[in-house]
């Protein structure tokens, strides 16, 4: 998508300007701005792959939080409704609990490519990140049909010094002798499931061997 230029108004091409006057300067040309969200279908049918998505709950908080979870990456922008306060939130109802893409290379590329991205967001705090976590789909291009399991809650910096203000110091001598932080939540993410159906006919070497269908 793009945004159009901004409409102004047209001087009269009867009027000169005045005498000794200068010329207003020519406004900058407006940069278009380009959506690089995968593109989606509206509902299921032949020749699209229909993904649901699910995750039953988030473990190990320091703290209660009211939150939302937010899907990016594979799949358009998609958030949550907010989970009820809790150290370890569930119950998100997702208003689109599914996103549907066609088949294709651009889909097998980008299964490849981009990962499901599944962020938790406190909702009290403008919906500032608190963690992330990104779920390869590559299986699903092989005999898989679904991926999920326990999955670590990378926190944010913002939040680790939030919560742990005294490992701060460990920490950096730890990244200094090549280590990392190790202070994470968890979540559990129900399959992300697939059906797969025959490849089409004609050549299909640059496509995997097992498309997908609703």
């Known amino acids: 998508a793009y945004l159009s230029p901004c409409s102004g108004s047209v001087p009269d091409k009867g009027m000169a300007p005045k005498k000794g006057g200068k010329e207003a300067p020519a406004a900058a040309p407006t940069e278009p701005v380009v959506d690089d969200q995968p593109h989606e279908e509206d509902e299921p049918g032949p020749g699209r792959a229909t993904f649901r998505l699910a995750i039953t709950n988030v473990t190990d908080l320091p ?29 998100w109802e997702l208003p689109k609990d599914r996103f549907v893409r066609p088949l294709g290379q651009e889909l097998y590329d980008d299964l490849v490519d981009r990962a499901l991205v599944v962020q938790l967001r406190d909702v009290t705090a403008g919906e500032a990140i608190v963690g992330q976590a990104s779920i390869c789909l590559v299986p699903l291009l092989h005999e898989q049909t679904e991926v999920g399991g326990e999955i670590e809650l990378k926190l944010t910096p913002e939040y680790h010094r939030k919560w742990f203000p005294e490992l701060e110091a460990d920490e950096i001598d730890d990244k200094k002798k090549g280590g990392g932080g190790k202070s994470k939540a968890k979540a559990k993410a129900e399959p992300v499931p697939r059906t797969p159906t025959p490849p089409p006919a004609g050549n299909s070497e640059s496509k995997p061997a097992t498309p997908f269908e609703p």
């Open 63 to 91: 703290c209660e939080l009211e939150t939302i979870l937010h899907f990016s990456g594979v799949c358009r922008e998609n958030r949550s409704q907010a989970a009820q306060r809790s150290a370890e939130p569930s119950g």
